[in-house]
């Protein structure tokens, strides 16, 4: 894996950098709150980690610099029990 977060981390072209990366998630809460659950296909995309994760990347995407962050550090998720 990457250390997050990451951003303008791939030259696509000389002197032109993207954001790449790809995070696996293992767990995730409805909302904030939540008890923590394994994630899974259908509840991941609409979690409160990934949404978190998701509206960080577009708004920094948006004023320019796309970044990556680790959900898990961010909203503060506990591991699994």
Do not use: C
Request: no cysteine; net charge neutral.
């Amino acid at each position: 894996g990457i250390a997050l977060p990451v951003s303008a981390n791939v030259e696509v072209a000389p002197g032109q950098k993207v954001t790449v990366g790809a995070f696996q998630f293992d767990r995730l809460r409805d909302k904030k709150g939540d008890k923590v659950q394994k994630a899974d296909h259908s509840g991941t995309p609409a979690s409160y980690e990934a949404m978190t994760q998701d509206l960080h990347f577009v708004s920094r995407w948006r004023d320019g610099k796309a970044e990556i962050v680790d959900p898990y550090v961010v909203t503060s998720t506990p591991p699994l029990p």
